[in-house]
DNA sequence: TTATTATTGATAATAATAATCAATATTAGT
DNA sequence: ACTAATATTGATTATTATTATCAATAATAA
């Protein structure tokens, strides 16, 4: 993703709703496009920790859920372990293949999947918003 | 799911591992054997209640455990709502639509996704043992 | 520069789940 | 049936992730 356009959408976002432009919306926005995908709260805060930012936990958590809100970060949740967030602008729809020993997370991508699917939904008179597949086993390293 | 083979594998497993068969364990088999499927603890805890068995809700939450431990019951986490529980025995592996609106619940299956699923396992060099798919949107009468 | 008010960071509240522990119940052995 | 051993219960507390609170601060527009 294009850290100027990221930023543009989080800058105009917060134009739109009369919100406020600060420094560490900007230092949380630049860590979390540099850090690795499904990332937790837990571990971006560390990451701004190490780097004498002074930014606060709470701070992060919601920051996250601001840039959820504006379509520059996806929440996913494994399991149950912590809520974890993905960049989310410019990427296409995925799912996981997710390793049960080494918490390894594989992004996959299958249309037949996607539209059987749809299908699937359609003949139980449902209609599809979003869905979540997850596959758990053991990757390559890990067999 | 039958009763007494129900249970049998309670029993069984009980008597295996040298734990004891309670009148709590006997109450609250048969009651989540009666109740509907996906039931959290407290919903179990509360037809339990109704019944005057005074059985604690720690109890219950142990035992569904148990049960889903002997193979009776599996568990599922449905977003981050309480962990929900279903008979498991007897039951063939399926996947779930899920109503935003109502919350109601619909067992699917598609022979076809699960194979493209373990397709898509293998050209990923990722060894599956299990998966989960959701699929949100309304249903029929919430459409 | 000032007034307004959104944001922050520390902390507390909430909520789901699991652990603790003394009292009790179950089981096996006699 | 009685006893000893120990698993279980139920009330309560602890833990953990997430969210709310709030006084101090910072961003924004006038
Ligand atoms: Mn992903
Ligand atoms: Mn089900
Ligand atoms: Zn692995
Ligand atoms: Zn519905």
Redesign the pocket.
């Known amino acids: 993703m294009d850290r100027d356009e990221a930023r543009d959408i989080l800058f105009n976002f917060?134009?739109e709703?009369?919100?406020?432009?600060?420094?560490?919306?900007e230092e949380?926005l630049q860590t979390f496009l540099s850090a690795g995908r499904h990332i937790?709260?837990?571990e971006l805060y560390n990451v701004l920790r190490k780097k004498n930012?002074?930014?606060?936990?709470?701070?992060?958590?919601?920051?996250l859920?601001l840039m959820k809100e504006c379509g520059l970060a996806d929440e996913m949740?494994i399991g149950?372990?912590?809520?974890r967030f993905e960049q989310a602008y410019g990427q296409r729809h995925h799912d996981h293949l997710i390793c049960m020993k080494c918490g390894r997370i594989i992004e996959v991508n299958d249309d037949r999947i996607e539209r059987l699917q749809d299908k699937l939904a359609e003949v139980n008179n449902f209609f599809p918003l979003k869905h979540k597949l997850e596959i758990y086993g053991s990757c390559k390293k890990c067999r």
């Not at 919100?19 to 919306?25: G, N």
């Open positions: 917060i134009k709703k009369s919100l406020r432009y600060t420094r560490q919306r949380i937790t709260v837990e930012t002074g930014i606060g936990y709470a701070t992060v958590h919601r920051n859920k949740k149950s372990d912590k809520t």
